[in-house]
């Protein structure tokens, strides 16, 4: 198959913009819960719809009482906390748009973001973030106003509109029409400088309202049970956003969690106790990796380890059931998964804070055997793709035939075509205007209606999706043997002793690896393995992590031929990071950067 088109569930909206949502809810459900906020005790106190609305109303009376008008671009530097979502309606309330940057963001990436976009005003999280501003802000002209959130910034910016007429926000928000921009999110620039991605108000509602209408019984869960997500994801990058948009135009209950690491994001799980997560793969490791080394730190490794395969065959066996290929569960692996109900899956569930039935996966691949494995244990994983020129989400795993291992069909209302050279092109409502400013390289990716996405991929006879890689990405040999490195990497990090992994060998006689270890996981291993502490130095070297790794390499290269297979690899004491400019702010790897930081080491894998 090369092109497939999937009917639209919702339609967008011929007047109007994000924030009429806000008022309508508040009009039709004002007693609802829409938002839930932190305690200082930890817990959460729900926010009804009117409250929000109210909340909405009296920000942006502010920015107007600030100058803020129509069309002005407002910057915000921040992690994911209930603020932002009030702050961008807000925005969105009187029809100016946000330009959200990442909180890691340097001083040079902020001045570039903030300098392209002509922003006028820039909220910011802390003082770290105030001071990274002013000190590129003798070269933003055009910068009016910097609001500092834990400074006061969102009362002060309240009470200085508390004389503004609710006639005049109403006022710019009527004035607003779909077609006009939202947000600019930049690209977060795996190579060159990032470009700013107009969305519009339509672009947004087209991705959000589609997902919500198609994936209702996600969205809703169960009857009696109100649909509730926790937002953890970060909001400067589109898939954040999207959840944000989703879940307030969805009047699903929105909870906000700023750290992403799995130790912060954990406990606040349990005490959310979400109806269903978005999230990216690491999360669904994380949880995984989590839950098998506790069963391996109580002596129950080999129950887990049975349970892990009988979870994958269950689900395996309702899959092709689904596809009409099998009969479904037999009675043996039925009584063998209700056996291992109590003692695996409930506590896997409860990891997550016991409600979750359904999640949502995207930003990276996810090993098809591990969204088996959670399908199993109960919690049906929906993979899907996209990118920010897509708003979000482009395809995705439908509820009812998902095909674990793929990124799904096109989300409604959405087309999806593979190109003669294997790139996929997609068209729908929720595909960008265009770069801020830059009509070049548009041109480049909107062709006739189409973005050339620069992803590789294939379409299965039932047109569902499998990414191979990117184009720009793809190694060729000295040789002349084309490698898509991205199959590799993740077959390898799928071992629990992996954090990264980047495969090299563009213009080299034959394929290699780096790689990175699991800091949590390499202790636990040590622990079971009755070893000391090592230096990370004398680790990399340890013959029986070498041969763990080794393990990780072979399961990997059974995925491709023998001219394509990684032939020598080398372990790294220290991890690919945001902060050394190895990693992108939503954890991609940056080929370049990584390869010039590691001449020495990659060299050595061919003349070593």
Known sequence: MREITVPASATVPHV????????????????????????????????????????????????????????????????????????????????????????????????????????SACLVEHEDHAMTVGSVIDRLPELRHLWQLDAGALADLVAAGARVDDVAVDRHRLALTPDATATVIYTSGTTGRPKGCVITHANLMAECDNIVARYAQVFRNRPGEPAATLLFLPLAHVFGRMVQVAAIRGRVKLGHQPELSAAALLPVLRSFRPTFVLAVPYIFEKVFAAARRRAEAEGKAGPFDKAVEVAVRYAEAQEAKAFGTGPGPGPALRVQHQMFEKLVYGKVRETLGGRVRHAMSGGSGMERRLGLFFAGAGITVYEGYGLTESTAAATANPPERTRFGTVGKPISGTSVRIAEDGEIWVRGGQVFSGYLGDPRATAAVLRDGWLATGDLGSLDGDGYLTITGRKKEVLVTSGGKTVSPVVLEERVRAHPLVSQCIVVGNDRPYVAALVTLDPEAVTHWLLMCGKNRMRSDELVRDPDLEAEIRRAVVAANTQVSHAESIRTFRILAAQFTEEHGLLTPSLKLRRKAIEHAYAFEVDALYHG
Do not use: M, N
């Open 16 to 119: 109007g913009g994000l924030a009429d949502a806000v008022f309508e809810h508040a009009a039709e459900t004002p007693e609802l819960p829409v938002l839930a906020r932190r305690t200082a005790d930890g817990g959460w106190r729900d926010v009804t719809a009117a409250e929000f609305r109210d909340e909405v109303l009296a920000l942006a009376k502010g920015l107007l009482a600030a100058g803020i008008r129509f069309g002005d671009r407002i910057a915000i530097i921040c992690r994911t906390r209930y603020e932002w979502t009030l702050f961008d309606f807000a925005v969105w309330t009187v029809g100016a748009q946000s330009v959200p940057l990442y909180p890691t963001s340097s001083a040079e990436q902020v001045r570039w973001a903030l300098h392209d976009a002509k922003v």
